[in-house]
Nanobody
Framework: QVQLVESGGDLVQAGGSLRLSCVASVSTSSFNPMGWYRQAPGKQREAVVSVLKSGSTNYADSMKGRVTISRDNAKNTLYLQMNSLKPEDTAVYYC???????????WGQGTQVTVSS
């Protein structure tokens, strides 16, 4: 069974930075894509960024220019570097991975990011 475990969420002041990690219980080399979503209180889950096996990325406008996604298949880990954080970035951040062969999506349990003004 595939498990994704996020970490790195924290309380940070506006303008600060955080690095989220997502460790998979299996090799991530076949997942395509992998990415991050977030869900703020009272709002729907929204995409933040995704990355293909090729390295191609797709950033949502909400955080474009302030976040960087990277994947280290040797460590079975996906990262999200977030800079210049704003209070509106407060949300639970979820990692996901798609198995293109079986067409299955896997999700982590989420990690809380809180940005104070």
């Amino acid at each position: 069974q595939v498990q994704l475990v996020e970490s790195g969420g924290d309380l940070v002041q506006a303008g600060g930075s955080l690095r989220l990690s997502c460790v998979a219980s299996v090799s991530t080399s076949s997942f395509n894509p992998m990415g991050w979503y977030r869900q703020a209180p009272g709002k729907q889950r929204e995409a933040v960024v995704s990355v293909l096996k090729s390295g191609s990325t797709n950033y949502a406008d909400s955080m474009k220019g302030r976040v960087t996604i990277s994947r280290d298949n040797a460590k079975n880990t996906l990262y999200l570097q977030m800079n210049s954080l704003k209070p509106e970035d407060t949300a639970v951040y979820y990692c996901y991975a798609r198995d293109p062969v079986w067409r299955l999506d896997y999700w982590g349990q989420g990690t809380q990011v809180t940005v104070s003004s």
